[in-house]
């Protein structure tokens, strides 16, 4: 215990060497945002590497828990993870045998950052230093496959048949992308894959909460639906999915699996999870925060709207979900969210 606990500081002290010496080098080529400063001392495990003097994986699991920090921050809070691809290639360049890190990190950059390329690339890099590894194939495939690239994820099912830590079912997931078949139900089964394939808790929670989704992206369906037909009846929308029981088009109030409720635009019957509305317009809110303050640092002035950040090429469009207008104030630089048609909700966003 004494020689691991000496160990551990000897690999803080190489972090603060290396963060002494590289850290302002990087932070200066750095966009200044708070992402950015709170990771400019992780440097890349390249450069890490002469300064760590053979502690690689010693520094690697500190910064596996600075990475773990990093992401639960920003999942409960902007939902940005702009520095995730970086943190990432650094801890697996430190170990390119630290296969959790490869497995959650493409997870969080394909699922949370929606930065799906990267993601392949860093399990890419995992295979090419761990070629048995059947996890690694099969989380390829996984991730091409519930992006729609049916080909690649075949491919992948394909290689991850028969290596080691690849599950039992790479070869039925390998025919259904073969022949092109996309839905929830698979989704589904490729998510209870995840979820039991790994003993990461973090893995855990984000498996759990992509079959939520799919929970609430089968009732949104079947509430859609069900609000079409009303409209064809009475020729206009339901107002809540009350209005659906209440007039016979649906049988009960289904259950929202984040434990809020199912709202309908009354304009366009769209449905929605309201928990998932929220997290969607909490993480444009963030984005358009950033390009907010982005303009601000190279005009001078805040924007007088969010069109304008449109207009400088910051953003190729606003984002609109569920009628929903984002609101810039010219003299403080706050977004703000509108909904133009105020939903029933039990909940606040």
Same mark, same amino acid.
């Given at each position: 215990?004494?020689?691991?606990?000496?160990?551990?500081?000897? !690999?803080? %002290?190489?972090?603060? =060497?290396?963060? !002494?010496?590289?850290?302002?080098?990087?932070?200066?080529?750095?966009?200044? +945002?708070?992402?950015?400063?709170?990771?400019?001392?992780?440097?890349?495990? *390249?450069?890490?590497?002469?300064? *760590?003097?053979?502690? @690689?994986?010693?520094?690697?699991?500190?910064?596996?828990?600075?990475?773990?920090?990093?992401?639960?921050?920003?999942?409960?809070?902007?939902?940005?993870?702009?520095?995730?691809?970086? *943190?990432?290639? $650094?801890? $697996?360049?430190?170990?390119?045998?630290?296969?959790?890190?490869?497995?959650?990190?493409?997870?969080?950059?394909?699922?949370?950052?929606?930065?799906?390329?990267?993601?392949?690339?860093?399990?890419?890099?995992?295979?090419?230093?761990?070629?048995?590894?059947?996890?690694?194939?099969?989380?390829?495939? &996984?991730?091409?496959?519930?992006?729609?690239?049916?080909?690649?994820?075949?491919?992948?099912?394909?290689?991850?048949?028969?290596?080691?830590?690849?599950?039992?079912?790479?070869?039925?997931?390998?025919?259904?992308?073969?022949?092109?078949?996309?839905?929830? @139900?698979?989704?589904?089964?490729?998510?209870?894959?995840?979820?039991?394939? $790994?003993?990461? /808790?973090?893995?855990?929670?984000? %498996?759990?909460?992509?079959?939520?989704?799919?929970? !609430?992206?089968?009732?949104?369906?079947?509430?859609?639906?069900?609000?079409?037909?009303?409209?064809?009846? &009475?020729?206009?929308?339901?107002?809540?999915?009350?209005?659906?029981?209440?007039? %016979?088009?649906?049988?009960?109030?289904?259950? /929202?699996?984040?434990? $809020?409720?199912?709202?309908?635009?009354? /304009?366009?019957?769209?449905?929605?999870?309201?928990?998932?509305?929220?997290?969607?317009?909490?993480?444009?809110?963030?984005?358009?925060?950033? &390009?907010?303050?982005?303009?601000?640092?190279?005009?001078?002035?805040?924007?007088?709207?969010?069109?304008?950040?449109?207009?400088?090429?910051?953003?190729?469009?606003?984002?609109?979900?569920?009628?929903?207008?984002? =609101? =810039? @104030?010219?003299?403080?630089?706050?977004?703000?969210?509108?909904?133009? +048609?105020?939903?029933?909700? /039990?909940?606040?966003?």
């Amino acid at each position: 215990m004494y020689k691991t606990a000496v160990l551990t500081m000897f !690999a803080l %002290a190489l972090i603060g =060497v290396a963060n !002494a010496q590289l850290g302002p080098q990087i932070e200066s080529r750095m966009i200044s +945002t708070e992402s950015d400063r709170e990771l400019s001392y992780f440097p890349s495990g *390249v450069l890490l590497e002469p300064i *760590v003097c053979g502690f @690689d994986n010693i520094v690697a699991d500190l910064l596996w828990l600075r990475a773990i920090q990093y992401y639960g921050r920003h999942r409960q809070t902007d939902l940005m993870f702009g520095r995730v691809d970086h *943190v990432f290639r $650094t801890l $697996t360049e430190l170990d390119p045998h630290f296969i959790e890190a490869f497995r959650f990190g493409a997870l969080v950059l394909v699922e949370d950052a929606q930065m799906p390329e990267e993601g392949y690339e860093l399990l890419k890099s995992g295979i090419r230093s761990n070629p048995e590894d059947g996890g690694l194939y099969f989380d390829l495939g &996984f991730h091409c496959y519930l992006n729609g690239e049916y080909n690649r994820a075949s491919i992948y099912f394909g290689h991850a048949v028969n290596k080691e830590g690849a599950p039992d079912k790479a070869a039925r997931f390998a025919a259904f992308a073969q022949n092109r078949q996309g839905n929830l @139900d698979i989704a589904e089964e490729l998510w209870i894959e995840i979820y039991d394939g $790994t003993t990461n /808790e973090r893995t855990r929670a984000s %498996a759990e909460f992509a079959l939520k989704s799919i929970a !609430a992206a089968r009732d949104t369906i079947y509430l859609a639906e069900r609000a079409r037909a009303y409209h064809a009846r &009475f020729g206009q929308y339901p107002r809540s999915v009350d209005d659906l029981v209440k007039s %016979a088009f649906a049988p009960a109030v289904p259950e /929202e699996p984040f434990q $809020t409720n199912y709202i309908i635009h009354p /304009e366009t019957g769209e449905v929605r999870s309201w928990y998932l509305l929220g997290r969607e317009l909490k993480r444009d809110v963030s984005v358009l925060s950033d &390009f907010v303050t982005r303009f601000q640092e190279e005009w001078g002035r805040f924007p007088k709207d969010a069109a304008e950040i449109v207009e400088y090429g910051y953003l190729e469009e606003e984002p609109r979900p569920f009628g929903a207008r984002y =609101v =810039v @104030d010219p003299a403080s630089g706050e977004v703000q969210v509108v909904l133009e +048609t105020e939903p029933r909700a /039990e909940r606040d966003l």
